[in-house]
């Protein structure tokens, strides 16, 4: 299967803990996006990469949040000092931007669900 | 935060029966985008309008979009119980086309 891929799939730590999970996007896919999910919501966007630059960050990414693309291929999100409020699915996303806006389809991996106790 | 509204926010049908889910969007799109969500699974993409298209077919699957109301529709015909998720449209806005979702739509299909 060349879709999306998470790891790990399911991740429990423990309050003040770090976390870092890894997204390998669908090959020779440019772009890449994370977006997080909690129970009964829909994906809300945390940050993307076009390559291996970062472009946009939400104001939802607070500082104990960081992200790498270091070779514009995989991807990491790291966690630091986990709190019971980042309890959550996170969903990884890619694209392949061609420069039509219009038509960038984003396919989704299966995502990683963090529970912080 | 997550702009528009997903309309119903549940719906229950029986096998057979077509099934019809609105969404209504608050500022200007790049595309709208339908995906499917099994529980606790990823997201499937089901398909992809373009701002300058009126109506796309896929299979069973028909959307509609009019910009001038700011509203789609996501029409699945001849249902199954396959299809029990939950549906999302996702607005692409902006140079970097990040989504943004609405809270989604429950569609239970009782065989």
């Known amino acids: 299967d060349t879709g999306v891929s998470q790891n790990p799939r399911h991740k429990i730590t423990k309050r003040g803990q770090n976390v870092t999970f890894r997204c390998d996007p669908i090959?020779?896919?440019?772009?890449l996006y994370w977006y997080r999910q909690t129970l009964g919501q829909g994906p809300e966007f945390l940050t993307y990469?076009?390559?291996?630059?970062?472009?946009?960050k939400s104001r939802l990414l607070s500082d104990r949040f960081s992200a790498e693309r270091p070779k514009g291929s995989f991807s990491t999100l790291e966690i630091q000092r986990t709190e019971q409020g980042d309890s959550a699915m996170y969903l990884c996303?890619?694209?392949?931007?061609?420069?039509?806006?219009?038509?960038?389809?984003?396919?989704f991996g299966p995502g990683t669900r963090l529970t912080v106790l | 935060s997550q702009q528009g509204e997903e309309d119903p926010q549940a719906l229950s049908i029986q096998e057979g029966e077509n099934a019809t889910m609105n969404c209504s969007y608050k500022?200007?799109?790049?595309?709208l985008q339908w995906y499917r969500q099994n529980s606790g699974r990823g997201l499937v993409h089901l398909i992809l309008?373009?701002?300058?298209?009126r109506e796309k077919h896929s299979g069973r699957l028909r959307v509609t979009l009019d910009t001038s109301k700011k509203s789609s529709s996501l029409l699945i015909t001849a249902s199954r119980a396959a299809d029990t998720a939950s549906y999302f449209c996702?607005?692409?806005?902006?140079?970097?086309?990040?989504?943004?979702f609405g809270k989604g739509i429950t569609l239970s299909v009782r065989p």
């Open positions: 309008i373009r701002s300058n298209e």
């Open positions: 996303a890619s694209s392949d931007y061609s420069g039509g806006t219009t038509t960038d389809t984003q396919y």
């Open positions: 500022t200007s799109i790049n595309n």
């Open positions: 990469f076009q390559n291996e630059a970062q472009l946009e």
């Open positions: 090959s020779e896919h440019n772009r």
């Open positions: 996702a607005r692409g806005t902006g140079a970097n086309s990040k989504l943004t």
